[in-house]
């Protein structure tokens, strides 16, 4: 089967989900909870059978630009549906399906750079796999401070919209951030303590610029969550603190496969 299919099929899912959302949303009513998580659920099985058929060849798994921002959006996406059931959340969805929309047609459509096949040995697959469920749910922690900013501007100006109404209190979405916050820096720790142990060489000239900037960015994650605990820190300061991080790890990885993959061809 070629990839094409299951990535229109699930990029028509996304789109005809958000859509649902958006439409009740803008009614001031709240969506069915059930109709997300099946509708996502049957989204992400299309996503990953495109995944499947793209990330695995015979040479080693082939983790191009475009295929880890569609992997990493899908992890996302699972990340957030599988957290629906016990926490207020459904409202990333909103943020969250396109984004896997336009990433499991870009990774079928847009032709990939000169990424190599990578060796799947268990140590550097364990390594991956914890990189990629930290950035997921630093992605989770980065929209939801993007909505705690929408529903704080519209709070003190008294103007709540159809979707702000239908957020938990502000309290809430702060814990939640927060909470994905804990959890994506722990994860983060893991992915590189793992990296120190499998991978030969973490500063060699390939790998430098990802593993400073992963770095900085674990030591603005571990300030931001300190100065929390410590110092009370919330509101703008936390978002400003949580958006300087993500932006780093963004820059970690994708800043350094995109000027590899197609600036330098290496």
């Given amino acids: ?55 695995l060849t015979p040479a080693g798994l082939y983790l191009d630009f475009f295929n880890a921002a569609s992997l990493i959006a899908a992890a996302v996406i699972l990340l957030t549906i599988v957290a629906i059931a016990r926490i207020p959340i459904e409202n990333l969805l909103l ?32 390594h991956i796999l914890l990189s990629i469920l930290a950035y997921g749910l630093l992605t989770m922690a980065v929209f939801q401070a993007l909505l705690l900013l929408l529903q704080d501007h519209q709070l003190k100006h008294k103007h ?15 814990s939640l951030l927060f909470g994905f916050l804990w959890a994506g820096w722990s994860l983060l720790s893991l992915s590189l303590i793992s990296g120190w142990v499998f991978v030969d060489n973490l500063f060699a000239q390939h790998l430098a ?20 605990h410590q110092l009370g820190w919330r509101g703008h300061k936390a978002i400003r603190w949580t958006l300087a991080g993500f932006c780093l790890l963004m820059l970690a990885y994708f800043g350094s496969k995109l000027v590899r993959e197609f600036i330098l061809h290496v």
């Fill in 1 to 55: 089967m070629h990839p094409l299919l299951p990535s229109l099929l699930a990029a028509f899912l996304y789109a005809g989900i958000t859509g649902y959302q958006g439409l009740r949303l803008g009614q001031r009513t709240t969506p069915d909870k059930r109709l997300l998580i099946i509708g996502g659920g049957l989204a992400l099985l299309a996503h990953g059978t495109a995944l499947f058929l793209e990330l």
């Fill in 209 to 228: 610029h990802k593993t400073i900037l992963s770095c900085i960015a674990w030591v603005v994650f571990g300030v931001l969550l300190w100065g929390r």
């Fill in 160 to 174: 709540p919209s159809g979707l702000i109404k239908n957020f938990p209190a502000l309290q809430t979405m702060e």
């Fill in 95 to 126: 943020l969250l399906l396109p984004l896997g929309a336009l990433t499991v047609l870009a990774a079928a459509l847009v032709p990939g750079g000169t990424s190599q096949a990578i060796d799947e040995e268990p140590g550097i697959l364990a």
